[in-house]
Structures are given as C-alpha cells and as structure tokens.
C-alpha cells in the first residue's frame, strides 16, 4: 500500500470529527444542567429547612400557651396573664384596612401605567419612584404616617392612620404585581373586544381586570402577609400598649400582635415571665397570616375556575 493510501486510512473523516464535537457540546450542557438543578434545589432545601426551623421553634415553646382562653380573652396582671384577643381583632382590622386602601390605589395605578401611559421621561420617573418606594423601611413609613395621618390630618393614633400608613407601605408591592398580571393578558383580547366595538375603558373593565384578577389577588396575599407582621409602621399610628376594649369606630386605637410581641420582649415589667406569652402570640401571628392567605388563594382558585369556564 502506497504512503498517500495509508495516510487517507488513518485520517479522521469531517464527519467524525463533527459528531465528536456535537457529543462533547452535549455533555457539557447536560453537565451544566445537571449543576444548575442542583444549586436550585440547594436553594430550596435551604428555605424550607430555615422555614421548618423557625416554626418549630415557636410550636416547641410557645405551643404551652396556646388555649382556647388565651384565644378569647384580653391579658391580664401586667401581661403576664390572659389572652391575645384584642390583639388578634386589632392585626386582622389593620391588614384589612391596608389592602382596601392599597388595592383600589395599586391596581388604578397599574391600569394606567401598563394601559394608558406612554413611554416617555415621565414614565420612568414614576416607575423609579415606585421602585425607591419598595426599598423605603418600614420606620419611615411609620414616622410619615405619624407626621401627616396622626399630626397635620389631626387623625390621631388610630385604625384610619394606620390603614393609610399599612396602605402606602403595602401600595409598591401590589403595583408591581398587578402591571404584571395585565401584562400577562394577550393583546389578542384586547384586539378582539376593541374589534367588536368595546371602547378602551370597557375594555380593561370587561376583558382585561377579570383575566388579570388571579394575577392581582396574588399582590393582595403578599400585601396582607406584610402589613399583618409590620411593627414599625403601626406603633406610632394605630397600635397602644394595653386597650381592653374593642375599636367602636375608625378612629379608635387597637392592640395589635406584631406590637405586642415587641412590648413583651422589650418593655414589660416582667420579661422572662412572659416568654411563653411572646411565644404563643407570635405562633398566633403566623397562624393568622397562613389562614388570611390561604383564604385569599382559595379565592383566587375558585375565580380562575370561574374565568377559565
């Protein structure tokens, strides 16, 4: 066999050498796949484990003071005794006041920049505001609402400051979450009812909200989770120290669960007495919020059933 002959034998083909190439591509994307799925997963573990944590470290020491009297009953004895029932009205009354202030306000806000407004200088400008506005923490807020809802509106300490002051707190999340559920609606439905003679307004009032509304009921559970756990922002607008009675009007104060943790942990007379209290009420608190968005997301189920009929 000739030198020319032997050497077109052993050379590898274009062909090969392609397929040799696509395999190794392959591998490598499966390789960083596979890493990826992983870091997630790590991540996900990694919540749920803190998550576990948290909570079973409430139930370990604050499940001794849960009962039905300290349900239903106002404490007693400097704190030390009774019940977080003021406490539980006064945090459902807040969250929601908070969201029929923030929602009405956070989804017109959200129809109109995702509807109406036109790109422009202007319009960054609001998206900027809004963006800073969920950066702000929650004192500032608090001390906002002192200064305006309680000082020059002459509110006072009160359920209507507190809704006001919760509501603004709550207004960049329920923004943010309603522009996305009517960015998530085809322009296809929006053609169609326009097509059929349907004016803009009809439009988003007939077409575009009820489509979008799973999508905003979804701001609302993350705005109630947030403005039912807030301390700062209540504790210089609506929440006291110690009230037996009920609120009989917008302008009473209230007790609230978030603020009355603070004060047994920080300010009681009798700190390490109470410590099973602080317990139970803040396993109280996350019972409430789990069972107000359990509710709102059974809502939000039973509408995208409704819708998709």
Request: charged residues 10%.
């Amino acid at each position: 066999m000739s030198q020319p002959a032997a050497s077109a034998l052993s050379a590898p083909s274009p062909g090969s050498v392609s397929l040799n190439v696509s395999k190794g591509r392959d591998i490598r994307r499966k390789g960083t796949q596979w890493l990826v799925f992983l870091l997630l997963r790590a991540a996900i573990l990694i919540v749920a484990a803190a998550l576990v944590i948290i909570v079973g470290f409430l139930v370990k020491n604050g499940i001794s003071a849960i009962s039905w009297d300290f349900l239903t009953e106002v404490p007693r004895n400097n704190m030390t005794e009774g019940g977080v029932w003021p406490c539980i009205v006064g945090t459902l009354l807040l969250a929601l006041g908070a969201m029929a202030v923030a929602l009405p306000l956070g989804v017109s806000s959200a129809i109109y920049l995702h509807e109406y407004a036109r790109p422009g200088t202007m319009m960054r400008i609001i998206r900027l505001g809004v963006n800073n506005l969920a950066g702000v923490p929650s004192v500032v807020f608090g001390l906002f609402g002192l200064g305006l809802f309680v000082t020059v509106m002459k509110l006072g300490v009160s359920l209507a400051a507190g809704w006001l002051t919760l509501g603004a707190l709550c207004l960049p999340v329920v923004i943010g979450t309603a522009e996305e559920a009517l960015r998530s609606v085809p322009n296809t439905y929006r053609e169609a009812s326009l097509a059929l003679g349907g004016t803009k307004w009809q439009t988003i009032w007939r077409v575009v909200l009820p489509s979008a509304l799973p999508g905003i009921l979804t701001g609302s559970i993350l705005g109630v989770g947030r403005a039912a756990g807030e301390t700062a922002a209540i504790m210089f607008t609506a929440a006291v120290f110690y009230t037996p009675k009920m609120p009989d009007s917008i302008f009473s104060d209230v007790m609230a669960l978030p603020y009355h943790i603070y004060v047994l942990a920080t300010a009681g007379t009798e700190i390490e007495k109470t410590r099973p209290i602080q317990y139970g009420t803040a396993l109280v608190l996350i019972g409430l919020v789990l069972g107000m968005n359990l509710a709102a997301i059974m809502v939000r189920a039973w509408l995208q059933k409704r819708h998709a009929r």
